[in-house]
């Protein structure tokens, strides 16, 4: 049995924010997890992934309320903020995916800089690693004083893989993730606001017939 114009409009718009609200979820848990294995500050935007998943499980939620009770304020406010989310998150995720590893080189490279020995230290033993570079990006020098006071476990069973060669192989893991995922579902976000726009327009069979639309 088909069903009609308006429920099918209906459900078509809340199991699409039922998949906001995954795909939000699921980018804020992936940059969570590429920030915890050390990618930090020095990729500034893992931050932005975060932001714009928390506005889409946000938004989502507003969304599936605004359907469920045809809503009409909430559904205008609905597609004006998806359009917005769209754009932020195409952006986001085409600078995920253009960082190259020698980009994410000099980023992890300025932020160690940055970082206190204790900080350091932590991270080390975190991760079980000594030193972020043994190459051009890092002195000879910096990586030795680095490997001296290194705390890692590693350097009582032998030679120890470098930090930053860790926090490469996450970080790239993370934004190959994040911007395949933001990319794909960026686009189903103007299907999301086209269908609003539609269902919004439709009149709800069970309101009053002079009510307005």
């Excluded at 350097?155 to 996450?170: F, N, R, S, V, W």
């Amino acid at each position: 049995m088909v069903c009609g114009g308006f429920t099918c409009s209906k459900n078509a718009l809340c199991s699409l924010n039922v998949v906001y609200m995954l795909v939000g979820l699921l980018l804020i848990v992936v940059a969570a997890w590429g920030k915890g294995f050390g990618i930090v500050s020095s990729i500034h935007i893992i931050g932005g992934v975060i932001a714009v998943g928390f506005f889409l499980l946000l938004i989502a939620i507003v969304g599936l309320i605004g359907a469920v009770h045809h809503h009409q304020v909430m559904l205008f406010f609905y597609m004006v903020i998806l359009f917005i989310v769209f754009l932020f998150q195409f952006g986001v995720s085409c600078s995920c995916l253009a960082i190259n590893q020698g980009q994410q080189e000099k980023f992890l490279a300025s932020s160690w800089r940055l970082m206190s020995n204790d900080t350091k230290g932590s991270l080390e033993k975190k991760l079980d690693c000594c030193g972020l570079f043994n190459n051009n990006n890092q002195t000879r020098a910096e990586f030795l004083a680095d490997l001296s006071i290194c705390p890692a476990p590693c350097k009582l069973k032998g030679p120890c893989i470098t930090c930053g060669e860790k926090m490469l192989q996450h970080s790239s893991e993370a934004l190959k993730i994040l911007g395949g995922v933001g990319l794909f579902f960026s686009f189903t976000e103007i299907l999301g606001v086209w269908l609003a726009m539609r269902y919004r327009n439709q009149k709800d069979p069970r309101a009053n017939p002079s009510a307005f639309l």
